[in-house]
Structure formats: C-alpha cells, structure tokens
C-alpha cells in the first residue's frame, strides 16, 4: 500500500484544514488508519485513528473535539478534519495503515503501523 497525504497548508488560528491521505497499489480496505504529526524537534505523536473492524475512533487528547479522523472506502482515502486550530497544532502530519486485527489500544503506538504516507506540512500562524 502506497498512502499520499495532502492538504497542508498555513492557516490563521481558528481556522481549519481537511488532510486526505491517498491509497494506491491495493485497497486499504482491511485497514486501520491513523493519523501522526511531528513539531520540529519533538517526537512523533499520535493525533487520531480508526479501527478497521468496528470503525470506532480514537483522539489524542489534545484534538479531541476539534479533530474528526473519516474514511472513504470507495475512494481508498481516509480523511482528518481539523477545525479551531492552534498554533500547536503546527507540524508535519503522516498518515499510516495498520493491520485490520491491531487492537484499539494499540492504534496510539507508532510500531504497530506498516505503511506510512510521506507528510503534509501543517502551519498555523497565530
């Protein structure tokens, strides 16, 4: 599985952006998905997943209630809604695809995801 994130971009705080993350060379249906990003100098973090099986939803803590992970199967692409954003929010945000069968707690955890996109620039100017 090949995944293209797009739809980065600056923004003034408040507003809001929608990330797509693209699949090509086999359906990512079977898929979980999740999102990541990294500030400069931090390490990568989990910002949002959903699980193949049950399509339940996972948020850091920090997005939860302005961030929105959804995915269209038809078009093998899954998407992350981000509205009232932040200057924190700046990064470079990474979409990935783990294993159907990965359990919930797990989808919060780099290691377990085998296909990762190339990034897509976040900036959001205060």
């Known amino acids: 599985v090949q995944l293209q994130a797009s739809g980065g971009g600056l923004v003034q705080t408040g507003g809001s952006l929608r990330l797509s993350c693209a699949a090509s060379g086999r359906t990512f249906n079977g898929y979980s998905m999740g999102w990541f990003r990294q500030a400069p100098g931090k390490e990568r973090e989990f910002v949002a997943a959903?699980?193949?099986?049950?399509?339940?939803?996972y948020y850091a803590d920090s997005v939860k209630g302005r961030f929105t992970i959804s995915r269209d199967n038809a078009k093998n692409t899954v998407y992350l809604q981000m509205n009232s954003l932040k200057p924190e929010d700046t990064a470079v945000y990474y979409c990935a695809a783990a294993p159907a069968s990965t359990i919930s707690t797990m989808l919060r955890g780099l290691t377990v995801y085998d296909y990762w996109g190339q990034g897509t620039q976040v900036t959001v100017s205060s």
């Open positions: 959903k699980r193949w099986i049950s399509g339940s939803t």
